[in-house]
């Protein structure tokens, strides 16, 4: 247990929908990293916050946002969802002064029909 | 430009060592990690490594990097059934936050 947690576990929804996604990081750990990982893509780096801030980006969809909280949590944010949206969304954390050491949570797994 | 790069499968006996490789093209990474996915499951920390590190051993795992070569390599000693999983390579860099690439995973099976 990386003591990262991630809600809900799985998720189906139609197209054009929107979902929430949420993540809870490691007690004390102030960056929260979003990746999606598909059979076609791989695993691909999506943000980082920090400490409430954006602080990376990487391969975001503009339907996708993201935001953390005061209380470290975070939420990713899809909208007009299409079927190629549906993938694995995992959430890691990691310390103040170790960014090199990410702890993945157990992963939100989306269906898009 | 950034991509990592693996083989996307390798076969052992048990009790044998598993060597995992990965080619990297950013020069200026900072961090090289090797992290283990197992089936139905998140991604999970096994080791990294600074870039300016040549090697790292941590129990059955060391690390190797040939920063000239910008080629990582992972060894397991004495691989188990468990060691099955996919290892996936991956290089990050401080931009101001840390972007990380992942390679494609390599599935190690491990043969009883």
């Known amino acids: 247990d990386s003591g990262v947690t991630q809600t809900p576990k799985h998720l189906i929804t139609a197209t054009g929908q929107r979902v929430t996604l949420r993540c809870s990081p490691r007690?004390?750990?102030?960056?929260v990293y979003w990746y999606q990982q598909s059979l076609d893509q791989g695993l691909q780096f999506l943000i980082q916050?920090?400490?409430?801030?954006?602080?990376a980006k990487g391969n975001i969809l503009e339907r996708f946002s993201a935001q953390q909280f005061p209380d470290l949590h975070s939420e990713l944010n899809l909208s007009s969802l299409e079927l190629g949206d549906s993938a694995l969304y995992f959430c890691?954390?990691?310390?103040?002064?170790?960014?090199?050491?990410?702890?993945f949570g157990p992963g939100t797994r989306l269906t898009v029909t | 430009g950034e991509d990592v790069e693996q083989s996307l499968f390798l076969s052992v006996r048990e009790g044998d060592s598993s060597v995992i490789n990965c080619t990297y093209t950013?020069?200026?990474?900072?961090?090289l990690y090797w992290y283990k996915q197992e089936p139905g499951a998140g991604l999970q920390l096994l080791t990294y490594?600074?870039?300016?590190?040549d090697m790292k051993q941590d129990q059955r795992l060391t690390v190797l990097l040939n920063k000239k070569d910008k080629h990582l390599s992972l060894r397991i000693a004495d691989t188990q059934t468990g060691d099955s999983a996919i290892y996936f390579c991956?290089?990050?860099?401080?931009?101001?936050?840390?972007?990380?690439?992942f390679g494609a995973g390599t599935r190690l099976f491990v043969k009883a």
């Open positions: 890691a954390s990691s310390a103040f002064d170790r960014d090199g050491e990410q702890y």
């Open positions: 007690s004390g750990d102030l960056s």
């Open positions: 916050y920090y400490n409430g801030e954006e602080r």
């Open positions: 950013d020069s200026s990474s900072t961090y």
């Open positions: 490594i600074f870039s300016n590190m």
């Open positions: 991956a290089e990050s860099k401080n931009t101001g936050g840390f972007k990380t690439i």
